[in-house]
């Protein structure tokens, strides 16, 4: 009933830009959080941002200052500034999110995306 769909990845070299969109749809019934994680080949997946529908934001250490995490609607969006190739990796999008099943309302923060492939060049 759910589903999240990102696009926005891609190759760029060191030092630039890039920006990532993921908008959620179906029978949502209010969205509480969204973010983005991603994951490097051979590494656990990490938590890059988040912001909750209130609009306070949580970002990694690692890319404070060089990413912005955003919302507008059911669309949560990542712009990626000042690339470095260690920000190579598959960036997925997650929800917490409460949605209408057909029968009742039910929340879930384990809703996903497919991922798409970010990969800075140096």
């Known amino acids: 009933q759910v589903r999240l769909v990102e696009s926005g990845g891609g190759l760029v070299q060191a030092g630039g830009s890039l920006r990532l969109s993921c908008e959620a749809s179906g029978s949502i019934f209010s969205i509480n959080a969204m973010g983005w994680y991603r994951q490097a080949p051979g590494k656990q997946r990490e938590l890059v941002a988040s912001?909750?529908?209130?609009?306070d934001t949580n970002y990694a250490d690692s890319v404070k200052g060089r990413f912005t995490v955003s919302t507008a609607k059911n669309t949560v969006y990542l712009q990626m500034a000042s690339l470095k190739p260690e920000d190579t990796a598959v960036y997925f999008c997650?929800?917490?999110?409460?949605?209408?099943?057909?029968?009742?309302?039910?929340?879930?923060?384990?809703?996903w995306g497919q991922g798409t492939q970010v990969t800075v060049s140096s």
């Open positions: 997650n929800a917490d999110l409460t949605y209408w099943n057909g029968d009742y309302y039910i929340r879930d923060d384990d809703q």
């Open positions: 912001i909750t529908s209130g609009g």
